[in-house]
């Protein structure tokens, strides 16, 4: 189940560096993860804030030790070390729903949209599990990178198809690499 919607006092954005670029952190008061987005992709995490939570201003701060340590242990090949940490989004129940399910999804396994609308209980709604999909706020705790199409083909990605094809990679995961733009 996912965590309960809330409205956090103070939204703290914090930067770190990784090998896909660098990682927006935002979180709560609580150090509950609010969103986490690719700094190329601001404009889009800060869409996704303002759904959730309004028109509100974020803080620079630090980003709380254990979702540092845990994406650091991520890309150094700890693919679990994502798996325990807090977070908590507001979106609607079924968003939530989906972006729970993503956390069900194994590192170095991937799911089609069909087989996460299946994975709910709701078979025939793979088109909106496809847009909750699209606007979760918690890019790699809520792991959305492991979504293909039913080709096994690489789809729309958040964070750019090549940041998809680089994580499912470092994941292990099968998958059909996109063709390169001509």
């Keep these: 189940m996912p965590p309960e919607a809330s409205f956090p006092r103070d939204l703290?954005?914090?930067?770190?560096?990784?090998?896909?670029?660098e990682i927006l952190i935002v979180t709560d008061e609580?150090?509950?993860?609010?969103?986490?987005?690719?700094?190329?992709?601001?404009?889009?995490m800060r869409r996704l804030l303002a759904r959730g939570y309004g028109e509100r201003e974020t803080r620079e701060g630090t980003a709380p030790r254990?979702?540092?340590?845990?994406?650091?242990?991520?890309?150094?090949?700890?693919?679990?070390?994502?798996?325990?940490?807090?977070?908590?989004?507001?979106?609607?129940?079924f968003q939530r729903e989906v972006w729970s399910a993503l956390t069900t999804i194994p590192a170095g396994e991937t799911l089609t949209y069909k087989g996460l609308a299946q994975r709910i209980?709701?078979?025939?709604?793979?088109r909106?599990?496809?847009?909750?999909?699209?606007?979760?706020?918690?890019?790699?705790?809520?792991?959305?990178h492991r979504v293909i199409g039913a080709d096994g083909g690489l789809t729309g990605y958040g964070g750019g198809l090549s940041r998809k094809a680089w994580l499912l990679a470092h994941e292990g995961a099968q998958?059909?690499?996109?063709?390169?733009?001509?």
Excluded: M
Excluded at 13 to 18: D, G, M, N
């Design 12 to 21: 703290i954005l914090s930067r770190l560096a990784s090998p896909v670029g």
């Design 30 to 44: 609580g150090e509950a993860l609010r969103a986490l987005d690719f700094h190329d992709y601001a404009p889009r």
């Design 66 to 93: 254990q979702v540092a340590e845990a994406l650091e242990r991520y890309f150094a090949g700890d693919l679990a070390a994502l798996s325990g940490l807090a977070w908590r989004t507001n979106g609607t129940d």
């Design 121 to 126: 209980g709701r078979p025939a709604a793979v």
């Design 128 to 144: 909106a599990v496809g847009l909750a999909n699209g606007a979760n706020p918690i890019a790699l705790v809520a792991p959305c």
């Design 175 to 182: 998958f059909k690499a996109p063709h390169p733009a001509r």
